[in-house]
């Protein structure tokens, strides 16, 4: 497949995607009951070091290149 995502794009989801890791493993606001919802980090993380995204893909979107 080919890349359909940015540099920039990267760099904001693996930000994001290291932010909701933090969140999860309770070092950001720890014991709220919704650390859970921060392994969709993991997601971020792997789309931004394949530079494929597969809802781009769906929708025809490509950032940058």
Known sequence: MRPNMGSLDRIIRGV???ALLAFALGLI????????????GVVLIITALVRICPAYTLIGVRTGL
């Open 29 to 40: 606001f720890p014991g709220t009951g919704w650390n859970w919802l921060g392994w969709i």
């Open 16 to 18: 994001a995607g290291l």
